[in-house]
């Protein structure tokens, strides 16, 4: 999608991954990267943590995929038990 003048535009799949996290289908790109700092979780880790390949989670981390909602509630259980082993 491009703007008149053409100079600015947004890519089908952004535009698409966007209307997933504006309707609530999926899970922020920006929250997504706040779990895995929050976590201090590099791509590795995060891969690991939520059993997923590590060339999804840099699609995801990128904003070049939509993060499905299923991602955001392992994320949350991986913290919980993970604040579990450590106390």
């Known amino acids: 999608m491009e703007w008149a003048d053409g100079e600015i535009g947004i ?6 991954r966007l209307g997933k996290e504006q309707t609530g289908v999926a899970f922020p790109v920006t929250e ?15 891969a690991k943590a939520l059993g997923i390949s590590r060339r999804t989670i840099v699609y995801y981390h990128g904003g070049h995929k939509p993060i ?3 991602i955001k509630l392992a994320g949350l259980g991986w913290e ?3 604040s579990q082993k450590a106390a």
Not at 11 to 16: C, H, P, Q, R, T
Not at 32 to 45: D, P, Q, T, Y
């Open 11 to 16: 890519g089908a799949d952004s535009l698409y």
């Open 32 to 46: 997504f990267n706040v779990w895995m700092e929050r976590n201090g979780l590099s791509l590795n880790a995060a």
């Open 68 to 70: 499905p909602y299923y």
């Open 80 to 82: 919980v038990l993970h």
